[in-house]
């Protein structure tokens, strides 16, 4: 049995990368059911978008060669022969000395090659005066100049947001082929937890916070989550559960029973799931040490701490980016901002600390607090806002220092 294969935080990434393989089967998906899929083929601009010349602001169509020399002291002249209508196309060209109303968006008249800001210049009388000269080119938005025909408009691996439906709703595609999202299993083991609804705690007794907040994760990020339950302290039971979970699951998540103790079932468990087994079993960070990853044929299993707090930075470290990729798409890295720390913090080399802190702002700048506590502390998860990390070659952050914030999400 692998024991205690402990690994840096980097050794850690590199080694999900090289361990974590796509799942590959393909579905056909309709558009407005797509969001938070991944895409399984590259796709294409089939029109160009804008298909026609349009104007980018509200103003006169002209062509930029009449606007030469206009400026506030010395206006330009030009005759106003009309107005385009949203929707609809121009009803004749503009010829040279003649300009054409167009609201945001609207058509180009033929003839135009420039569009004049409402607010550089003034209509009277069919009479339009110019105080500002405009350049070929200027304030128009090309045919195909937001998506090309031809161009790669999204690719393999792409997860879909608003955004991207959106882009594939412009093109007409109302189906997409996608990766079957991956199905998360989750099992809280320990004699002393207790469904979340029970009314009553005997003395030692917790409720299952882990199991509510894992599984809160894997919805967020738009993945299915299926809750195994509690088991018993029991290396039997806890296999056969964790076995019967795993096969309906892509993913299996153990928490608990992951650190060195007479009671601790979880590696032996993990190991007898399925080749190749656990390749890491510890890692040098703080909260969070014994922290499983293995993976039982292609099937990923990550045993999480037990501790509330250890087990949620935990999984959204090193349990998101192995979904991402189990998932069929690239890692999507945690949000970052920055934040000015309010005090100290020491740090023992050798070991890449985790630091929960709260945000606020004060002078148009943004500080981060730390929430200080044990890491089975509830209520510094509820208190904080995101953490920051100290890396294992530092020996701790100086109070001012600027430092990256990874936030919760």
């Not at 509200?58 to 060669?65: L, N």
């Not at 959204?316 to 192995?322: A, V």
């Amino acid at each position: 049995m692998k024991f205690f294969q402990v690994k840096s935080v980097e050794e850690t990434q590199k080694l999900i990368q090289d361990m974590v393989k796509p799942l590959t089967e393909a579905i056909i998906m309709p558009l407005d059911q797509a969001l938070h899929f991944v895409l399984a083929e590259d796709i294409t601009v089939q029109e160009n978008v804008p298909n026609f010349r349009r104007s980018s602001v509200d103003g006169y169509a002209v062509r930029a060669k009449d606007t030469f020399g206009s400026s506030e002291s010395m206006p330009g002249f030009l005759t106003v022969v009309g107005e385009v209508k949203m929707g609809q196309v121009p009803e004749r060209p503009i010829q040279s000395g003649e300009a054409m109303y167009v609201p945001t968006g609207g058509m180009l008249p033929d003839g135009s090659d420039a569009v004049v800001m409402i607010e550089h210049c003034e209509e009277i009388s069919h009479l339009l005066n110019l105080y500002r000269q405009v350049a070929p080119g200027e304030n128009v938005i090309s045919i195909g100049e937001d998506l090309k025909e031809g161009a790669v408009l999204l690719t393999k691996g792409t997860k879909l947001r608003a955004q991207e439906i959106g882009a594939l709703a412009s093109q007409g595609v109302h189906q997409v082929s996608v990766w079957r999202k991956p199905v998360v299993g989750y099992l809280s083991s320990g004699d002393e937890i207790v469904p979340m609804e029970s009314p009553d705690l005997r003395m030692g007794e917790v409720r299952d916070m882990n199991g509510a907040t894992i599984g809160a994760l894997v919805k967020q990020w738009g993945l299915d989550f299926i809750y195994g339950g509690i088991v018993e302290d029991s290396r039997d039971e806890l296999e056969r559960r964790a076995r019967e979970l795993l096969d309906i699951s892509d993913c299996l998540i153990l928490t608990g029973g992951s650190s060195v103790g007479t009671k601790d079932y979880s590696v032996e468990v993990i190991e007898a799931l399925g080749e190749p087994g656990v390749y890491v079993h510890g890692i040098s960070i703080k909260p969070g040490k014994p922290t499983i990853l293995s993976q039982a044929g292609i099937k990923p299993i990550i045993g999480l701490p037990g501790h509330p707090a250890s087990a949620m930075i935990i999984f959204s470290l090193f349990g998101k980016p192995i979904l991402d990729i189990l998932g069929g798409g690239s890692v999507n890295h945690l949000r970052l901002t920055f934040a000015k720390v309010t005090k100290n913090i020491p740090s023992a080399p050798g070991r890449t600390d985790y630091i929960r802190i709260r945000l606020f702002e004060e002078k148009n700048e943004w500080y981060a607090e730390p929430i200080l506590g044990k890491s089975g502390l509830i209520s510094t998860l509820v208190k904080s806002d995101g953490m920051l990390e100290i890396a294992s070659e530092s020996e701790g952050i100086h109070k001012g220092e600027r430092v990256p914030v990874i936030l919760f999400q």
